[in-house]
């Protein structure tokens, strides 16, 4: 007597069938990494490069604040009295003027750079 037995489907390459859980399983995952993928990691990049720009500025910013001091200190000590009683404000004007003529400058440069981009 020959005994037949029937042959248990195998689980090979793609025509692996999977069960309705499995599936469920692998679109939940399949969403979570890409959920990830373009929301976690680009926030992580633009936390690094927004930390890296806001420490740049403020140690810009503190930079020429010493140097504009530094100007009005040198105008106020260097001029030998020449510039005491009613002309004791002529360094503070120059200093102004210093500063925002650099800051001109600085305002010139950002729209330049964004003309540049506008125009690509």
Known sequence: MAQTQEAA?????RNAEKSTADVIQDI???TKDYARQETVDP????????????AGSVVLGLGLMFLALSLLRALQTETDGRLDGYLSVVPYI??????LIGAYL?????????????RS
């Open 28 to 30: 939940w995952q399949l």
């Open 94 to 99: 120059v200093t102004l003027v210093f500063v």
């Open 106 to 118: 600085a305002a010139r440069a950002i729209n330049r750079t964004r003309k540049k981009e506008s």
């Open 43 to 54: 926030l992580k990049a633009l936390g690094k490069f927004v930390g890296v720009g806001l």
């Open 9 to 13: 489907p195998q689980r090979t390459g």
